[in-house]
């Protein structure tokens, strides 16, 4: 019924690190068995502070053993800080791709993962009922989970939210306070990105162009290239590309992915780019 | 070479090839149009007439004409439930259960959201039903409906609905009921009972998937859900599904036929399954009354493992079973069969339901007892609850 990847499917038959890691420096166990998930993550560092073995136990679908044992994998060789960066869409991304409504498998791989850290950094054990207070009381999802994952990735609607944690998956009575606290966030973020303050036209340009020098040029002549500032119209920027980047296959890219993303860091979301 | 175990029977049957047989020139020679002035159609009619019969005499109606052909299962329970309610006016009280089939249960909900008082029955823990509940929902002074499944699907227990009918008639109502599981698989008869509206589905007893059929008692009014033509006597509009339709009769005879020694087969089996799985895997229940099932169906939850796990390993080695997890449901809930039988939340996403046919053979039953107890094992060694 479900299109599993090949990946999945592998990980699901012939799963990595599954087990209990003896001793372990770091232990989270995260659902139940009134869930119908659950996963407990510990992990061992060596002498030089990297994860030197991984394992787990999990309960649940093949999505949810697939997501585990990736997991474990990918943990294996990092330090605590760059284990710490994992995201569930690493996981997703790492397994080719999971449906819709099992997004929520890799979701507890990353909280296994949190709690895990947690447990090597204070010694305790990681309870998340301890974080805010239960909305859906069908999945024991707390108001403050919600707010995160809606904020970290960015959802937009209720069905996001339950394909990512399962809030409001059962009765659907948490539904209307899943959206507030939504809309709250979307209110929030918003006005975030609004307290920039506004630039005059001479103060916007002035910027980009100190923007330019500092942040970009640099990076382009490292490999022989450089651009110049042609004009600003408006939020509109126009560079001409001169030396190694005017021959460079790869220059769109750079014209997107360094020139655009440092000047919409550091001046305005609105800034687009054009390369004359 | 992979060997397919097919369990799932109460998912959907293979088509008889007696039945496949008899559709056939259906498709290739007489393929015109039953209500048809000319013979090359109007001929056919007798064909669908005759099917008629068959599948009357499988439940002991007493005139054929109480048979109105359907495309399936969930169009005969919702004609069934939403034509009985509309055409007795004066908005009635709905009774149904818990346990029902979501064919039953849409159309009671959407009666609910259009202001329809609904009463849905509880079960006990091994899922049978309180006849004192009935008898308090039915004697509300208000004009009833009430839909009350024969077998259920997932467990396979049976519902008393001689005496549950009886209990709804007493109060003056009308009484569906969802036999799609119990049909062709033990004795089902309406003549003298107190039910006025039965379904059955035509790919639960070896007919293909597509058809299926309404009892109407005789006086029983029901709006149509089809409307417009005059198939069915003005019932159910339509052109005639002929070769399904003569498909169905087929089945429903061969049914009546080899029902005795079919029902004996697969209990023997299912015995034998179900005696096997409890002795060599520790953990695991049946799930609903074991002396009052049907003989094919056994579910049975397996702690500590979960079921959509569970059956991806048996599909790997050619064993076809389904589950009450919720992972394998699409939704996030498991079964609601099991949870209003409260079925412990640590066994209800681990369970799996066998449900056999007169093809299995023990050679199938031979293939789970090997496979599964292996699965379970090695899912248990996977998982975070068990120590050992």
Known sequence: ?276 | MKTSVYVDNNATTAVAPEVVECMLPFFTEQWGNPSSMHTFGGGVKKHIDAAREQVAALIGAEHPNEIVFTSCGSESDNMAIRGAVDAMGGHPHVITTRVEHAAVLGPCHYLEDNGYRLSTLEVDGQGNLDLAQVREFSRTGKKTVASIMWANNETGVLFPVQEVGALIKEGGGIFHTDAVQIAGKLPVCVKGAPIDLLSISGHKLHAPKGIGALYIRRGTKVTPHIMGGHQERGRRAGTENVPYIVGLGKACELAMQRMQADSVHERRLRDRLEAGILATCKGARVNGEVSNRLPNTTNISFEYVEGEAILLMLDDVGICASTGSACASGSLEPSHVLRAMDVPRSMVHGSIRFSLSRYNTDADIDSILEQLPRIINRLRELSPFVQD
């Open chain 1, 1 to 276: 019924m479900w299109e599993y990847t090949d990946k999945v499917t592998d990980h699901f038959k012939n799963p990595r690190n599954v087990g209990a890691v003896e001793n372990p420096d770091g232990e989270g166990t995260v659902g139940s068995l009134a869930c119908g998930d659950a996963l407990r993550l510990t992990f061992k560092l060596d002498e030089n502070q990297k994860i030197a073995e991984a394992k787990f136990q999990t309960f649940g679908c093949a999505s949810a053993i697939a997501s585990s044992s990736a997991l474990t994998v990918m943990l294996i060789g990092k330090t605590i800080e760059e284990a710490e960066r994992l995201t569930n869409n690493d996981i997703i991304e790492y397994l080719g791709d999971l449906p819709k409504q099992k997004v929520h498998c890799s979701v507890m791989g990353r909280e296994a993962l949190e709690a895990a850290i947690y447990n090597y950094r204070t010694g305790k054990v990681f309870d998340k009922k301890l974080e805010g207070e239960v909305v859906c009381h069908c999945f024991g999802a707390t108001d403050k989970e919600i707010e995160r994952i809606a904020r970290e990735r960015k959802l937009t609607t209720a069905e996001e939210i339950t394909n990512a944690c399962k809030a409001g998956g059962g009765c659907g009575q948490c539904i209307p306070e899943i959206e507030a606290i939504i809309n709250r966030v979307i209110g929030e973020e918003q006005a975030k990105s609004e307290a920039r303050p506004k630039l005059t036209q001479l103060q916007k340009i002035k910027l980009i162009e100190e923007t330019i020098d500092r942040q970009v040029r640099p990076i382009l002549r490292r490999d022989g290239g450089d651009l110049e500032l042609h004009d600003v119209d408006g939020d509109r920027v126009s560079v001409k590309f001169v030396g190694a980047c005017v021959s460079c296959p790869v220059s769109s890219v750079t014209l997107k992915d360094v020139v655009e993303n440092q000047l919409r860091e550091a001046v305005s979301d609105a800034i687009v780019v054009e390369a004359i």
